[in-house]
């Protein structure tokens, strides 16, 4: 069964640098998003991107943030200067219109 | 205000035992309704979601859930819990209207005794 997948598993960065989560959405899915569980907390909604422009996005979705689709293939979230409290589990997803959304395992970001 | 609660924070089952875990959502018509499980480190795998029809649906790994209207829930029910089903659980809404956005409950973790 195709499978959203990420990279990195666990990212650990110092406060301030810039960092890039990857993902591989399934191939024929047309809508991607990204959302974030902060540790002990629930999981929440970041950002949708279809049609290469973003669809929504939540509050938390601030400046710092941003999304791309480089490529057929890719799906990157950026945080151009990271902050403590962003430390998270970040999780990818992909789906078709109005279908379940497939997430990934998630990438751990760790900022110290 | 359109919500979803999952009013059980922790839950703990003997192992053999039934289960049932809770979701309510608070919106003026019927969303997209959804459970997803998240093992320890793991992602989220969904179980089982209710468009429409049937208000009674099977999922993965024996699961059921029931969408009552009058009551605005969507409980998670499993007749007999096994070890492995030890893990966080999450009731997730699509409210129509804003495209394919899920919102999540706040999960109701689960343990099993052996």
């Known amino acids: 069964e195709p499978e959203v997948t990420q990279t990195p598993s666990h990212q650990v960065t110092q406060m301030g640098q810039e960092v890039i989560l990857r993902c591989v959405p399934i191939s024929n899915h047309l809508y991607f998003y990204w959302y974030r569980q902060i540790l002990g907390q629930k999981v929440e909604f970041l950002v949708s991107?279809?049609?290469?422009?973003?669809?929504?996005k939540s509050e938390i979705f601030d400046d710092q943030f941003s999304v791309e689709r480089p490529d057929g293939s890719n799906f990157t979230l950026k945080i151009r200067s990271t902050k403590l409290e962003d430390s998270a589990m970040y999780f990818c997803a992909s789906s078709e219109e109005y279908s379940p959304l497939h997430f990934g395992n998630g990438t751990r970001l760790t900022v110290t | 205000a359109q919500s979803v609660t999952q009013p059980d924070i922790h839950i703990t089952v003997s192992e053999g035992a039934s289960l049932e875990l809770r979701c309510n959502y608070s919106y003026g018509a019927t969303p997209y309704l959804f459970w997803y499980v998240q093992s320890p480190g793991q992602g989220l795998q969904l179980l089982l979601k209710y468009f429409s029809g049937d208000t009674l649906v099977q999922g993965i790994k024996g699961f059921e859930a029931e969408f009552k209207r009058s009551q605005s829930s969507f409980n998670l029910r499993k007749p007999s819990v096994h070890w492995s089903d030890a893990a966080e659980y999450f009731c997730a809404v699509v409210f129509t209207g804003g495209g394919n956005k899920l919102t999540f409950g706040t999960g109701t973790q689960l343990k099993v005794e052996l």
């Open positions: 991107f279809y049609n290469n422009e973003i669809s929504e």
